[in-house]
Each structure stands twice: as structure tokens, then as C-alpha cells.
């Protein structure tokens, strides 16, 4: 899907020959001397215009257009939210007419963020998951027109929004692939893929190599499945080498059956979702491919599948961290907080700036928050002020959560440093209170709880490619 931005208007958008032309209505809109606003005026007379962000009216073979199709869509007033609604209602009808150009025109200055939401909801709105289907349908939609006034003033922005869908595509398609065509190996590869940019560089450790580590907390929860661990080290490098990176962890937890505390049967399908963090892990540096950036980030995957054979770890095992910390794993579905430990402690080589670990780690943040906002804990205020700012210019919002001591005390146990859970009740900050032990003193570091976002359930199940935008907006602003 190619995007263009261009400063057209609607006198110019006329002779546009697009299987559609929808125009953004805002607030206030004053029809011009053009065709287009003569017919807007003409429905806008009939009283049929829709005036409500959300809503659409679209006319077929208008009089005087080179286009078969004109979608009018209220954008409200013009916000980021309202042009998404917009944004959603205008692409039903064109998806179900199978367009292949489009153009979308704003009839005002557009703004960053309202540009923005045009450019990822054309995107999610006609993404297609082909890759395990016989007849997959790919995307119809080639070639997408964007039409500003300002479109010079906002380039910069555009390529950016360009360059995250390219990325939060990248992480649906390896969230969205069931656990026997995403193993940890295949990860492995599709790193290694993205290695062929010449800032990019990848490495893949396996079983061996990690056993050397001592990362007995990541072992214990590979052991229990015949498919071998990967721990996969990306680097991209764009700035000097002595600029400290930012380090971005991602679980890659390919299959969640909980192991010997086994899940219900039900929706445990879901679990393939597992390794979200690591996909958006991928889907960032492949928008860096694009972007070019002038920074250093590191990606840190650590992947298996948390399954149950004769060698699983049991309930009660205690097992010995690369950290050197000893972990009582009282549940082996806890299992998310035993990968990413070892992995925040490799971080500690890169000396960073900072280290984001990105994970599906709790169903109580689900409960918390629901699909609307991700979960970030982060004691240090400045990282977690940008953290929240870069989730809203990316509209990938997150809501920050507390890491109190008092979260840790029922990770307390006699027979270890530590378990690897506490109680039922505030599940997500015990969750990232353990995840602090392995990040104290050692650099600035935040924990985002993606379980609720990284995929939706029901009839649109699949996955959301968060939180690419968010990730990409806090490196790069
Ligand atoms: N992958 C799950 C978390 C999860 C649950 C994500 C539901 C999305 C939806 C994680 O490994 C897990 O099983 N967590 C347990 C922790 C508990 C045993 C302390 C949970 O949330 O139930
Ligand atoms: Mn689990
Ligand atoms: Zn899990």
C-alpha cells in the first residue's frame, strides 16, 4: 500500500479519477466555488449531510466528478478521536466496494495528529491476515491520496505515520500467526530478516549459548516444550557507537498453555497472542529500517513456548537467575516474568539510557484497564512523562500504574530470594514489582502490561500491532 500526501483541494480533487474520494467534513465546514462543494452544498440543503464524527453519506456516480464515488464523513471537530470515527465509517463503504485508489481530503488545514489518524485507520481498517489461509484476500487498496493544504508543512509527520503502519503491520502478522508457524526459530529468522538493512544488525543465541548466560529463570520455563529457546539480540545503530541505546525487551512467549498450572481450555487459543511484546519488538525496528533514525536501540527477545512434558518446571522448583538471584516458582503460568528477567539483566551490557520491557504479562491488567490503555510502571518520572506524551501523540495511549514497596511483600517465601507471585489482588504491580528487582540501580527502566491491548477477542479477533506507535514516538521524538 503506497501513501501519498499531496496539497490538492477540492477545486483540484474534482477531475480525480480514485475508485473514491472521501472528504473529511469538520465542524463548520463553508462549501467553496468548486464541484465538490456545490454537490456538499446541495446535500447539505437536503438536509441529509452528516454532521456527527462517525457518520457518512455516499454518492454514487456524482454529476462532474472523475470519481465513481464520493463518501462525505463527519470528522467533528477535527480531533485525532473524532477523524479516526471518521476515518472508520468512511472505510466500511469503500472496503466493501473493493477500491484500489483512494484519495481522503482534508477541506481544512489538517493537523499532525488528525493526518496521523488517517494514515493508520485506512491502514488497520483494510489490513488482511493471509498468511495461514488457503485463499487469503490480500488488501485491495494500493494506492492511498492523502489531500492537505499544508500537506508541505506536515512531511515530516506523514513519513513517520508512514513508517509506524509499515511497523505495526510487521507485529500483527507475527502476533496474528498461530504458535506452529511462529516458533521461537521462526522469530529468530524474521530478526534475522531485518537484518539485511545496513544499520541493522542481529544475533540469535540458542540453548547452548544460554545455558553459558546462566539464565536458569529463562531455562526453566523453556524446558518444558520440545521446540528449542531462542534469546534474539537486535541492534539498531544510527548514531555514534558511544551514544548509550535504549533497550527494548519484548516477551516472546510463542505458546502460554501455563504449563503444569494449566490454563482453562477455553479461549487458551488466545495464548499464541503470547509473544505481542516481541512482535512490536520487531514491527519498531523495522519502522526504524524506514525512518533511519539517528539513535541506538538494542531488542532483546527472549522466546519459547510454556508448555508440559515429563522435564517441565514444577510448582515449588526454585531456579537460579542470571542475576544470581534464586526464584521460587510457586506458578508456572507466571511464567512472562521469568523469560524477560534474565533478559533485563543481559540488558545491563548495553549500559543504557533506558530499557522498556513490552509484555502481555497479566490478565489482572486486563481487568484494570480493559483494551484502551497499555499498563506502564516506571519509577523514574521524566521517562514515564514522555512514556505517556508518546502515547498520545501516537494515539497508543497507556495509563501509568504504582510501584509502591508494599506491591512486593507477597513475593516473599522462605525457600528463595523471591516467588514468582504474590496474591490475586493488584496481580499487575506484583507483576512488575518482581520485574524491578532485576532493573534497580542498574538504569532507567520502564515495564509496559500490553495483555489487554495487543489483541482484540470476538468477532474481531486478531492483533493490534500496539504498542508500535507509542514505542516508536518515545524513541524518536
Ligand atoms: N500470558 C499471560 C497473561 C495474560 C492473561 C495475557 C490473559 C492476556 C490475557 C501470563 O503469562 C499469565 O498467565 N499470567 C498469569 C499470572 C498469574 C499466574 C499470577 C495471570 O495473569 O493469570
Ligand atoms: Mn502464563
Ligand atoms: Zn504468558
Known amino acids: 500500500m503506497n501513501f501519498e500526501l499531496k496539497a490538492l483541494d477540492l477545486n483540484a480533487l474534482a477531475n480525480d479519477k ?7 467534513l469538520a465542524d463548520g465546514f463553508k462549501p467553496g466555488k468548486d464541484k465538490i462543494s456545490a454537490l456538499i452544498a446541495q446535500v447539505s440543503k437536503s438536509g441529509d449531510l452528516p454532521v456527527k464524527a462517525g457518520k457518512t453519506l455516499a454518492v454514487y456516480h456524482p454529476a462532474l466528478l472523475g470519481t465513481p464515488r464520493l463518501v462525505l464523513a463527519s470528522i467533528g471537530d477535527g480531533s485525532a478521536k473524532q ?78 505515520a508512514v513508517a509506524i503502519v509499515t511497523g505495526v503491520e510487521v507485529a ?26 545496513p544499520k541493522i544488525s542481529c544475533q540469535v543465541l540458542g540453548p547452548k549459548e544460554v545455558a553459558k548466560l546462566g539464565m536458569g529463570s529463562f531455562m526453566a520455563v523453556a524446558q518444558g516444550s520440545d521446540e528449542p529457546l531462542r534469546f534474539i539480540v537486535l541492534q539498531y545503530n544510527g548514531a555514534a557507537k558511544a551514544k548509550a541505546p535504549t533497550v527494548l525487551v519484548g516477551k516472546g512467549i510463542t505458546f ?73 516458582i510457586l506458578n508456572t503460568d507466571a511464567e512472562g516474568r521469568l523469560v524477560l528477567c534474565d533478559a533485563l539483566t543481559y540488558a545491563e551490557r548495553f549500559k543504557p539510557a533506558a530499557v522498556i520491557d513490552i509484555a502481555t504479562l497479566t490478565g489482572a491488567c486486563v481487568v484494570a484497564l480493559g483494551n484502551v490503555r497499555s499498563g506502564m510502571f516506571c519509577a523514574d518520572d521524566a521517562m514515564a512523562k514522555a512514556l505517556i506524551a508518546a502515547g498520545e501523540t501516537a494515539q497508543d495511549l497507556c495509563w501509568q500504574l504504582p510501584l509502591d514497596d508494599e506491591y512486593a511483600d507477597g513475593l516473599k517465601t522462605h525457600f528463595a530470594d523471591v516467588a514468582n507471585v504474590a496474591g490475586r489482588a493488584g496481580g499487575a504491580i506484583s507483576a512488575a514489582k518482581f520485574l524491578q528487582r532485576f532493573t534497580e540501580k542498574k538504569y532507567p527502566w520502564a515495564h509496559l502490561d500490553i495483555a489487554g491491548t495487543a489483541w482484540k477477542s470476538g468477532a474481531a479477533k486478531g492483533a493490534t500491532g500496539r504498542p508500535v506507535g507509542l514505542l516508536v514516538e518515545f524513541l524518536t521524538k
Not at 18 to 24: C, E, G, P, R, Y
Open 256 to 328: 502460554d498453555s501455563g504449563g503444569i498450572s494449566i490454563k482453562p481450555a477455553g479461549e487458551m487459543d488466545e495464548m499464541k497472542f503470547d509473544m505481542s511484546g516481541a512482535a512490536s519488538v520487531l514491527g519498531v525496528f523495522a519502522t526504524l529500517a524506514e525512518l533511519k533514525p539517528a539513535i541506538n536501540v538494542v531488542g532483546l527477545i527472549p522466546s519459547c513456548e510454556n508448555l508440559i512434558n515429563g522435564r517441565a518446571v514444577k510448582p515449588g522448583d526454585v531456579v537460579t537467575s542470571m542475576s544470581g538471584q534464586t526464584i521460587e
Open 83 to 160: 477523524t479516526r470515527n471518521g476515518i472508520n465509517a468512511a472505510m466500511a463503504s469503500v472496503k466493501a466496494v473493493e477500491a484500489k485508489k483512494v484519495t481522503v481530503a482534508f477541506t481544512h488545514a489538517a493537523n499532525a495528529a488528525a493526518l496521523r489518524a488517517v494514515v493508520q485507520g485506512v491502514a488497520d481498517n483494510t489490513y488482511s491476515y493471509t498468511t495461514t489461509k488457503s485463499k487469503g484476500e490480500p488488501r485491495k487498496l494500493t494506492h492511498v491520496q492523502i489531500a492537505s493544504s499544508n500537506a508541505a508543512a506536515l512531511n515530516s509527520v506523514f513519513d513517520r
Open 18 to 24: 480514485s475508485d473514491a474520494i472521501i472528504v473529511l
Open 172 to 197: 500483527k502478522e507475527w502476533a496474528n500467526r498461530p504458535a506452529n508457524h511462529a516458533t521461537p526459530t521462526l522469530l529468530g529468522k524474521a530478526a534475522q530478516a531485518l537484518a539485511k538493512h
